[in-house]
C-alpha cells in the first residue's frame, strides 16, 4: 500500500507557467517547489450557510482542520468544473448538484512542513435545500462535515485561526464580500 507522500507524488496536476502557459508537474512537487497551479474551491450552501469539512488527520498537508467544502487541483487536461463535481462527489460524498464558478482566487501560504499552496484558486457554488448532513464522506479525505454561517466562520477564524486551513482563512478574511454575495442567494435559492 503506498503512503500519503507516495500518493501524492503519483498525482499529476496542472502547473502554471510565467507566461500564463499551462504544463502538467507532479502534486508533491508543486507544493514542494511553491510552483503556481490551479485549484478549485468549492461553496454548498444551504440558507446561508456553508458547508465545512474538517480534513482527515492522514492528509499530507493541513490535516485536522476545517476548510471550505471541497479543495483540490485538476488533473492534467481536467476541465475546473469536472474537477470541482469530482472531487466534490469522492471528499464529501455529493453529487448531482449544479456547481457554477463564481471567481477565482490566487494566493499564496505555507501550509506546513516543506510545502506551499501557489494556487489559482477557480470556486464555484452550489445551493442545496436539504440541511442533513452529509454521511458518505470519505475518511480518508473527510472526518467530519458542519453547517456555519458566514459570520459564525469569520468569527471563529478570527478567534481561533489555529483550527481552520490557511486558504479558508483568506477566504473569509480577505474575500468576504465575493462569498458573502453567493451565500446570500441561497437564503431564497436551492438548486440540486
Known amino acids: 500500500m503506498l503512503t500519503v507522500q507516495e500518493q501524492t507524488e503519483r ?4 502547473a502554471i507557467a510565467d507566461n500564463g ?23 454548498l450552501f444551504n ?10 488527520d492522514c492528509k499530507y498537508h493541513s490535516g485536522g482542520l476545517w476548510a471550505n467544502t471541497c479543495c483540490s487541483h485538476p488533473r492534467w487536461n481536467e476541465s475546473l468544473p469536472n474537477c470541482a463535481e469530482r ?9 448531482d448538484f449544479t456547481l457554477q464558478p463564481f471567481g477565482t482566487i490566487n494566493y499564496k501560504a505555507k501550509v506546513g512542513g516543506k510545502l506551499y ?11 442545496v435545500d436539504d440541511d442533513t448532513l ?7 479525505e473527510v472526518q467530519a462535515v458542519r453547517w456555519q454561517s458566514l459570520e459564525q466562520l469569520r468569527n471563529d477564524i ?23 454575495s453567493v451565500a446570500l442567494e441561497s437564503a431564497d435559492k436551492a438548486i440540486s
Open 117 to 127: 499552496e501557489n494556487e489559482s484558486a477557480h470556486c464555484f457554488v452550489g445551493y
Open 11 to 14: 498525482e499529476v496536476i496542472t
Open 87 to 95: 472531487r466534490l462527489l469522492e471528499e464529501v460524498g455529493c453529487s
Open 47 to 56: 440558507r446561508g450557510r456553508l458547508l465545512l469539512q474538517q480534513r482527515a
Open 134 to 140: 452529509p454521511t458518505l464522506f470519505n475518511p480518508e
Open 158 to 180: 478570527e478567534h481561533a485561526p489555529e483550527h481552520y486551513t490557511k486558504w479558508i482563512r483568506i477566504y473569509i478574511t480577505q474575500h468576504f464580500d465575493l462569498i458573502s
Open 21 to 43: 502557459d499551462l504544463y502538467p508537474i507532479g502534486k508533491w512537487d508543486a507544493h514542494v517547489r511553491n510552483v503556481p497551479h490551479l485549484a478549485v474551491s468549492v461553496f
